[in-house]
């Protein structure tokens, strides 16, 4: 069997129990925190913490899949190369997320801030 078909077919079976563990951790934070400040606050937070998970699993399962490619592994290159794919894909799905959640609630848009203020301190002060 192929490369693209293993990944393909036994991909998501292999990555099921991770993705789970990472959605009821999420929710759990949904719960907590919308619980405790607002169901935006909690929206919010999730959406960052899916963003910084999915980023740090590519990351890592990137390096894994260079290292497996450099040393000829192909089992370790099939699985590293899964989560790769998994992780850039709940990744663009979070983004989207993110999108539809700041256009729905423009509030938490971040305020850009125009020119740098310089702060002047004694004995400079003015």
Same mark, same amino acid.
């Given at each position: 069997?192929?490369?693209?078909? @293993?990944?393909?077919?036994?991909?998501?079976?292999?990555? !099921?129990?991770?993705?789970? !563990?990472?959605? !009821?951790? #999420?929710?759990?934070?949904? *719960?907590?925190?919308?619980?405790?400040?607002?169901? $935006?606050?909690?929206?919010?937070?999730?959406? #960052?913490?899916?963003?910084?998970?999915? *980023?740090?699993?590519?990351?890592?399962?990137? !390096?894994?899949?260079?290292?497996?490619?450099? $040393?000829? %592994? $192909?089992?370790?290159?099939?699985?590293?190369?899964?989560?790769?794919?998994? #992780?850039?894909?709940?990744?663009?799905?979070?983004?989207?997320?993110? @999108?539809?959640?700041?256009? %729905? =609630?423009? =509030?938490? *848009?971040?305020? @850009?801030?125009?020119?740098?203020?310089?702060?002047?301190?004694?004995?400079? $002060?003015?």
């Amino acid at each position: 069997m192929s490369l693209i078909a @293993r990944i393909l077919v036994l991909g998501p079976a292999r990555i !099921l129990p991770v993705v789970l !563990l990472i959605v !009821l951790v #999420a929710g759990l934070i949904y *719960i907590v925190m919308s619980y405790r400040t607002s169901p $935006e606050r909690g929206k919010e937070i999730v959406i #960052a913490f899916f963003s910084w998970t999915f *980023i740090v699993l590519g990351v890592f399962f990137g !390096l894994a899949c260079l290292y497996a490619l450099a $040393e000829s %592994n $192909e089992p370790v290159l099939d699985l590293a190369l899964s989560f790769v794919i998994v #992780a850039l894909v709940g990744l663009g799905i979070t983004r989207l997320c993110n @999108r539809r959640f700041l256009k %729905n =609630h423009p =509030h938490y *848009i971040p305020k @850009r801030t125009g020119r740098a203020k310089v702060k002047h301190r004694w004995p400079w $002060e003015r």
